[in-house]
T-cell receptor
Framework: DTAVSQTPKYLVTQMGNDKSIKCEQNLGHDTMYWYKQDSKKFLKIMFSYNNKELIINETVPNRFSPKSPDKAHLNLHINSLELGDSAVYFC????????????????FGPGTRLTVL | GNSVTQMEGPVTLSEEAFLTINCTYTATGYPSLFWYVQYPGEGLQLLLKATKADDKGSNKGFEATYRKETTSFHLEKGSVQVSDSAVYFCASPNTGGFKTIFGAGTRLFVKA
């Protein structure tokens, strides 16, 4: 009964390759997120979808492309991987349904540790 | 937009010591405030929350009070355990709601 799941948990690949990370949530939430966490544990938001619509698109290289086939899934595809892409990527979901809410509890997946060699 | 500032770590304590991790915020209005905890090798999970001024959130022996006058939400625990070793994040939703602003995280080490 995992709430937010991600696959794979570990991803080791060569520079220049293309890879995807998948995320699924079974909480019935409308909003999902991708975060990047660096080695100092700093958390940076990358993208967010609300009901399959992109609502947050931070300054991220266009090699990163999110896709939300339905409310419960949010995938992240990365083209032409670079050394600096090495990090832990977290998917999260939230029950927030509008941009007027002051309450936005986030539920995180276990993370995908990406290592680019 | 909103911002959250928390004390830099790492914080190293002996078991049963008192813990305080400071967090201050700037915001339009009075957003909810959260503390998340990240244990080694895991994702973040909600530790406690407060939705309005003077609310006290508490969980697992941790407490934090939403103080409007000092714009603070400091995390405290009276007696830490080795199992509390983790990274702690203060957070608040941005004006507009969809985006959450996270602090930089404070790493806590508790020695036996």
């Amino acid at each position: 009964d995992t709430a937010v799941s991600q696959t794979p948990k570990y991803l080791v690949t060569q520079m220049g390759n293309d890879k995807s990370i998948k995320c699924e949530q079974n909480l019935g939430h409308d909003t999902m997120y991708w975060y990047k966490q660096d080695s100092k544990k700093f958390l940076k938001i990358m993208f967010s979808y609300n009901n399959k619509e992109l609502i947050i698109n931070e300054t991220v290289p266009n090699r990163f492309s999110p896709k939300s086939p339905d409310k419960a899934h949010l995938n992240l595809h990365i083209n032409s991987l670079e050394l600096g892409d090495s990090a832990v990527y977290f998917c999260a979901s939230s029950p927030v349904t509008s941009g007027h809410s002051s309450y936005n509890e986030q539920f995180f997946g276990p993370g995908t540790r990406l290592t680019v060699l | 937009g909103n911002s959250v500032t928390q004390m830099e770590g790492p914080v190293t304590l002996s078991e049963e010591a008192f813990l305080t991790i400071n967090c201050t915020y700037t915001a339009t209005g009075y957003p909810s405030l959260f503390w998340y905890v990240q244990y080694p090798g895991e994702g973040l999970q909600l530790l406690l929350k407060a939705t309005k001024a003077d609310d006290k959130g508490s969980n697992k022996g941790f407490e934090a009070t939403y103080r409007k006058e000092t714009t603070s939400f400091h995390l405290e625990k009276g007696s830490v355990q080795v199992s509390d070793s983790a990274v702690y994040f203060c957070a608040s939703p941005n004006t507009g709601g969809f985006k959450t602003i996270f602090g930089a995280g404070t790493r806590l080490f508790v020695k036996a």
